[in-house]
């Protein structure tokens, strides 16, 4: 069993949103499964933070606003390599809206990420650019949290670098694998595997929790 949860623990739940289940614009495969997990996990959670990718129209991670470029190619930014996504989660859309049946109304923050225009945000604590704090790092020291849970989508891009970067951050984490799922974009599961075994970010399974 994993340690008890106690009153300094959050449960990070990261971008389950109708785009990246199936039907929407940028699907993870099976990602609607995380959503039973996660809501049953959410009730062992004093504390729950859900992360909401926010873009504007025509954001530059866009395929569409990269003239003569695909979806998944990767390509140079200023601040590094980047995937093009189809459009997805543009702010106002029912794409960029919470799964109808995630059930957590005790969650006490909701970060929007990704409305910068320039810039794309996997990680709920940086922007891509690893240098633009979203702000969360300082809610969650001053809410006196200190171990992050983690769960939802996708967990080789958006779960795995706020995982890393709450480890930056000086965060205890813990990935809850199986209340997350992967799209795999050229061998970035097994790259997310390899980064949390070298980081010794521990993945357990949601039966340990709930």
């Known amino acids: 069993m994993t340690d008890k949860i106690s009153d300094a623990d959050v449960l990070l ?36 933070v859900l992360t909401q990718d926010w873009h504007p129209s025509g954001h530059r991670s866009f395929a569409s606003a990269n003239p003569g470029r695909q979806p998944y190619e990767t390509v140079a930014f200023p601040y590094g390599p980047q995937v093009l996504w189809p459009e997805h989660c543009v702010q106002g859309t029912p794409g960029a809206q919470f799964h109808g049946a995630l059930q957590l109304p ?6 929007r990420k990704g409305y910068r225009r320039a810039i794309d945000s996997y990680s709920a604590f940086y922007e891509n650019d690893h240098t633009t704090p979203t702000g969360l790092a ?32 000086g965060f205890a984490v813990i990935v809850v694998e199986d209340a997350c799922r992967a799209i795999d974009v050229a061998g970035s599961l097994a790259a997310t595997r390899q ?15 709930i």
């Open 13 to 48: 739940v990261v971008d389950v949103q109708n785009d990246f289940c199936p039907g929407g614009n940028l699907a993870v495969p099976r990602g609607d499964e995380v959503v039973d997990l996660v809501n049953r996990l959410g009730v062992r959670f004093q504390h729950v």
């Open 138 to 169: 300082g809610y969650l020291r001053e809410r006196g949290l200190g171990r992050v849970f983690l769960a939802g989508l996708a967990l080789d891009f958006c779960v795995r670098y706020s995982a890393e970067d709450a480890q930056r951050c």
């Open 106 to 111: 005790h969650a006490e923050l909701v970060l």
């Open 195 to 209: 980064a949390f075994a070298q980081l010794a970010i521990p993945c357990v399974a949601a039966q340990t929790i």
